[in-house]
Structure formats: structure tokens, C-alpha cells
């Protein structure tokens, strides 16, 4: 008996070389579908527009308004009648206020006995480090070496200052600090005057001088027996505490 399968057909010869050829195949196709891009199209919006043939607009009545017209312009007389000018005009003389040679100046004569002379008196100005009877502050009477109301007068001011002292709410709102040098003048009445001041802002400028705006009124300074004025200087700390 015959065998039915032909010995020199091998079914699995090739299958290796078909298996790669259709594996190859397989990712080609798969790669592609990958690499496939669609494109929305673009969308065109069209605007209709209705155009009407039959346009009707209400025409709005209208009233015409009759004027009179101007009169007419007066016109000239036939005869011209020439009145003569009976009156006589007075002329004014206008004299010259300019002096000539020709007119003679009177000499005045002056005494030296009726000059008056008067004293001005100067405003000095002296520091209160050097003032002969320094400025007294009320409370400070009891005092009687000049030392001691020296020292006394200080201590009042500092006192005023932190009794009167208000932070700018600006100023504290931007955290802005520094010290304000403050100058004034107590003059030979014993009012503070010529507030100066220096500092890092404006604001404590502002603050410094109100301060020392509000200082009462002294007992004035003395040089050689007399008022006079003296000048004042003191730092103001404006410190923020946390």
C-alpha cells in the first residue's frame, strides 16, 4: 500500500519565513492606523439677509412758518438843512508840571536839634545752652539755682512730649521710624516761635511740630537784665514696639 502524502511536499518548511512576512504585515498596518490623522472642517456660518423691495417710510409733517420781513432802511431827507454852531467851546489850558531852569527851589533849612532819633532796638537771639537766666517752665519756679531750672526746664519738655505724643497712623501703617531733630525760638514775650524741623519723613515732621506747637507759655529767658529770645533744640524718637 501506498503512502497518500507526497514525501517531497514539507507543509512546515516554510512556515517560519510565511509566519515573519504576515507578522511584518500585521505591524505595517497597525503602525499606520496609527499614524492616521483627521481634520474637522471648518465650519462656515452664513448670514442671510432679507431685503425687502417694498420700502415705506412715514414721511413726518412739517409746518412752514411764515416771518414778516425786516423794514426796510430809513431813507436819506430830500433836503439837507445846515444848522451853524452858535455855541462856543471853552479850551482847557493844560499847564506842564515840569520844573525849568528858570524856576528858583527854596532851600530848606533843617536843625540837626529837630531830627528825632529812635532807638531800634535788635532781636537777639541767644542759645539756651549759654542764656544768662534761662526760660522758665511752669512748675519749675521753685527752682533757684539757674542749673536746676536748666535741668528742670528739659525734664517738663520731655514730659510734654510724651504726654502729647501720637504715632501718625500713616506713618505706623508703612512702619516708617527715625528721629526728628526739632528747633524753636521762646521769644522775650515767652511764646514758642520759628518751629524747624528735620527728620526722615514727612509725616514725623508733622507730628513734631504739632507737638512742640503746643507748649505753654514761659516765663522768658534774660540777658544782661533784659528779655530776650533763646533758641531751643531737641531730638524726637519715633520708635515702633512690636
Same mark, same amino acid.
Given at each position: 500500500? +501506498?503512502? +497518500? ?13 510565511? @509566519? ?5 504585515? $500585521? ?5 499606520? %492606523?496609527?499614524?492616521? +490623522? !483627521? ?11 432679507? $431685503? ?10 412739517? /409746518? ?16 439837507? /438843512?445846515?444848522? *451853524?454852531?452858535?455855541?462856543?467851546? /471853552?479850551?482847557?489850558?493844560?499847564? %506842564?508840571?515840569? %520844573? ?17 532819633? /529812635?532807638?531800634?532796638?535788635?532781636? $537777639?537771639?541767644?542759645? !539756651? ?7 522758665? @517752665? ?58 524747624? +524741623? ?6 514725623? *515732621? ?11 507759655? $514761659? ?9 530776650? %529770645? ?7 524718637? !519715633?520708635?515702633?514696639?512690636?
Amino acid at each position: 500500500m +501506498k503512502p +497518500k502524502k507526497n514525501p517531497n511536499a514539507e507543509i512546515g518548511r516554510n512556515s517560519s519565513l510565511y @509566519f515573519m512576512i504576515g507578522l511584518t504585515s $500585521v505591524l505595517f498596518v497597525t503602525w499606520q %492606523s496609527l499614524e492616521v +490623522k !483627521f481634520y474637522e472642517k471648518e465650519s462656515k456660518a452664513i448670514e442671510v439677509v432679507q $431685503v425687502v423691495d417694498e420700502l415705506k417710510e412715514d414721511v413726518p409733517m412739517t /409746518e412752514t412758518i411764515h416771518t414778516t420781513p425786516p423794514p426796510p432802511p430809513p431813507t436819506a431827507p430830500d433836503v439837507i /438843512e445846515i444848522v *451853524e454852531d452858535v455855541e462856543d467851546v /471853552e479850551e482847557t489850558v493844560i499847564e %506842564s508840571t515840569e %520844573s525849568s531852569q528858570d524856576t528858583y527851589i527854596e532851600d530848606a533849612m533843617v536843625r540837626i536839634e529837630d531830627v528825632e532819633v /529812635e532807638e531800634v532796638e535788635e532781636e $537777639v537771639v541767644v542759645p !539756651f545752652a549759654v542764656i544768662e537766666y534761662v526760660p522758665v @517752665f511752669p512748675g519749675c519756679e521753685i527752682y533757684d539755682t539757674q542749673e536746676q531750672r536748666k535741668e528742670c526746664f528739659n525734664q517738663k519738655v520731655q514730659e510734654h512730649i510724651r504726654d502729647n505724643f501720637q504715632y501718625p497712623p500713616d506713618a505706623l501703617e508703612m512702619h516708617i521710624t527715625g528721629r526728628v531733630y526739632v528747633q524753636f525760638v521762646i521769644d522775650s514775650q515767652g511764646r514758642i516761635s520759628n518751629i524747624e +524741623k528735620r527728620g526722615p519723613d514727612r509725616l514725623l *515732621e508733622k507730628e513734631a511740630v504739632r507737638i512742640m506747637s503746643l507748649l505753654p507759655k $514761659v516765663k522768658p529767658g534774660q540777658q544782661r537784665g533784659r528779655p530776650v %529770645s533763646v533758641k531751643y533744640s531737641i531730638p524726637i524718637n !519715633f520708635i515702633m514696639q512690636e
